[in-house]
């Protein structure tokens, strides 16, 4: 387990300004899409943090402190009349009430009233002009000194090249050059078709289309552009203007394109209230946001306020939960699974990524750590994409001490000390046959071989109650029955009496009366959930439903599977081989498995203790036959279970992520990732009334 000391602090500082500031060449000098700003954000609240706990390792030219970006030498320079300023971050309402608290503060007894906007994700630009015509055009580089792109910011529609009447004499305005999420999917096509590297959003694609020295390929990046603020007017239009949300009435006015996503808020709950809307309709924005600015609206207190470093005290940036973080590996473990494959699992330290800690996660196997390199003590990224389980993606390398370990797979397994085999897996034949998801390579993975292995033993007890719906008994209380030596497998569960549970300590006789009456009322299970519960190898709820729907009765596939020539057991493989959607893995693994002793016992041991399959009936209709589903978010009144068992019910499918094969996506509330992905897609979305309609 990996130990940090106040020795170690002083060492990781300096790493994470060195990286920091390689990223920042990269991000906004090279527009090189490798690192996001999730990520960019996640380190250096580490070293803010740090740097609090240990202000003797603070320095005066430290790189958080500067505004990122630096004029590139092919433009010519242009000194900004003033500086273009950053803002500063919050991350949580906590964050913004501190932050309103402190207006509240500095700005005495007066009441203040708040604007609150988009805050666009692209590139940052100010625009002069005289005589309402454009004259000069300028990214931010340091602040100070940006980059003459007047050329190609002319390429930009949206951005008036002549005002609309009446304007004022001079005017400078600042606002944002963007791309649709719709655009970049269309210039990524192109990109791919020509074999040029993809762009990894919309950002730098904004970015790069004007921070090149080609107009015409500004043009052809159909960007878009929004202003958000003037910093200097001239005095004919100035006196009429006090405060931020008259610039924006005169902006509108003059033709420039206004976000309609943006409000005057009296009150700190009006903010929050924005805050959430605007989190709702993020993934059907049109434009990608990663929060929102919120401002003082008076510009005689913005005056009072002022700015300190590189930032105005007047406005903040809320930034909606990221999706990536950084953190620390402290080690790395091994999971016995139900089949006995051993999966390496990392533990980090805690870390919120959007809106939840995240401590753990899964490294699925020795490819995955190898091909991601990733060792005990190293920095890594993590992702965690809405309502989906987190992952590694990525190794921090340059934040490498020397120290880090790498990681071996045990000779043993760890649960039982039985011998571990490699065996190399089909990938996931099942998910591409039902989904379309492209096909995995064949990777190895390790497995104890232990068939009466503990853990495997009560992972498989884990899988059957899940698989049977058997909601009362999870893996705490399978666990307690385990070590109480009232159960040894699953189908022991039906013999227990409502005596035999109540006897426990610490175990109410509701409950165990609630266990037993459950536990009865799930003895005759759908074919298909029956065949799951055995947790096959490669059989999964897909592949349970074919055969179900071929054998209609366990009898059948018990027959079926026995009907074995000597020694080959060719034809018992073809007869499952013949079902459509099932390869010879799949069918070769049911084989094997009906033709262990123990396996073949435990069915009929289920048998005596009264835990008869139902006979398969086909689905209730083939309204959704062939149609590929995926579920998002919460829906008012169905559960995701519901809505999953309605859609087989009908012939349809579920998926857990969009592809191209995607037919609809059920999104409800909170809606993430999956949402942005399908209309990106351009899949129908439906909401729960949209798909009770397509039943009918
Ligand atoms: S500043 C008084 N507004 O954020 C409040 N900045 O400016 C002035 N940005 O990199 C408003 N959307 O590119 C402001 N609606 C918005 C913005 C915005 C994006 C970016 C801007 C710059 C950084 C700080």
Redesign the pocket.
Known sequence: MLKASDADAQKRILKLRTEITRLRELYHIKNDPSVTDDVYDSLTRELRELENRYPEYRITDDPIKRVAGRALDAFVKVTHASR????NDIFSVAELEVWAERMNKLLGRQTISY?A????????VTLNYDNGRLVTAAT?GDGFVGEDVTQNVSMVPDVPVVLEAPFPKKIEV???IVMSKKTLFALNKIQEREGKPLFANTRNAAAGGIRQLDPETSRSRKLNF?A??IASISDDFGRTIRR?SDKHRLLASLGFPM?NL?EKCATLADIEKHISKIEKARPSLPFG?DGV?I??DDLGM?DELGVVGK??R??V?FKYPAEKATTQVLDITVQVGRTGVLTPLAHFKPTLVAGSTVSKSTLHNMDQIERLDIRIGDTVVIQKAGDVIPEVVEVLAGLRTGHEKKFAMPKKCPECGGEIEKRSTGGKLEKSAQAGISQEDQSVAFYCTNAQCPARNIRGMEHFVKALDIYEVGPKILERLKDEGLITDAADLFMLTEADLSGLERFGEKSAKNIIENLELKKNPPLDRFIVSLGILHVGEETARDLAKHFSTLENIIKASNNTLPRENTTAISNFEAIENIGPLVAGSIVSWFAEKHNRDFVQKLLDNGVVPEKFVAPKGDKLEGKIFVLTGTLPTLSRDDVKKMILAHGGKVAGSVSKNTDYIVAGESAGSKLAEAEKLGVHVLDETGFLKLLK
Do not use: I
């Open positions: 273009m300023l950053s803002l604007f906007e988009l805050k666009f994700d692209g590139l940052a931010r600042r606002g944002e929004f958000y603020d931020h976000s943006e946001t600015v401002a003082v913005q930032a105005p007047y406005a940036a």
